[in-house]
C-alpha cells in the first residue's frame, strides 16, 4: 500500500514595498461580509414544545430557563412593575430591585441577594 502524495504550492510569498502596501487600495473581496440580522424570537415555540435541554450538574431546570419563565409568569399575575420585559422584548429590567428580591426572588429561585441574581445573568 501506498501513500498518496499531497499536491503542495511552492511559490514563493508576494512581498509589497512600503509603497506599494500603502498605495493599494481594499477592495470588497478584502473585506469578510458579516451578517448582523435580527431574528425575532416572539413567536417561536414555548420551551415546553422544543427539545429537552441537556443539562450538566445535576440542574433540573437551568437558570435561563428558570428565568424565562418567572418573566412570563410575572407577566401573567401582573407584577411588571417589579420586573418585565423591555418594550422590543429582546431584553428585561428590574424595575424595584428591593422588592424583587423580597417577593419575587423566593418564588423562583434558591438565591435570596440580589448580587447572586446578577451573577448569574453574568456566566
Known amino acids: 500500500c501506498s501513500k498518496p502524495k499531497l499536491a ?5 510569498p508576494q512581498c509589497h514595498s512600503a509603497s506599494n ?36 450538574g445535576g440542574v433540573v431546570h437551568p437558570f435561563p430557563v ?10 401573567l399575575d401582573g407584577k411588571e412593575d417589579v420586573i418585565g420585559w423591555i418594550e422590543h422584548g429582546r431584553s428585561f429590567t428590574v424595575h424595584r430591585p428591593k422588592e424583587f428580591v ?4 423566593p418564588e423562583y429561585f434558591k438565591q435570596t441577594k440580589f448580587a447572586s441574581f ?6
Open 118 to 123: 446578577q451573577r448569574q445573568l453574568n456566566l
Open 66 to 75: 428558570k428565568l424565562h419563565f418567572l418573566l412570563d409568569q410575572i407577566h
Open 21 to 56: 502596501s500603502s498605495s493599494r487600495r481594499h477592495s470588497k473581496k478584502d473585506v469578510p461580509h458579516v451578517d448582523h440580522s435580527y431574528h425575532e424570537h416572539m413567536n417561536d415555540c414555548p420551551p415546553s414544545q422544543k427539545k429537552k435541554i441537556a443539562t450538566r
Open 8 to 12: 503542495l504550492s511552492h511559490r514563493k
Open 102 to 105: 423580597e417577593s419575587v426572588m
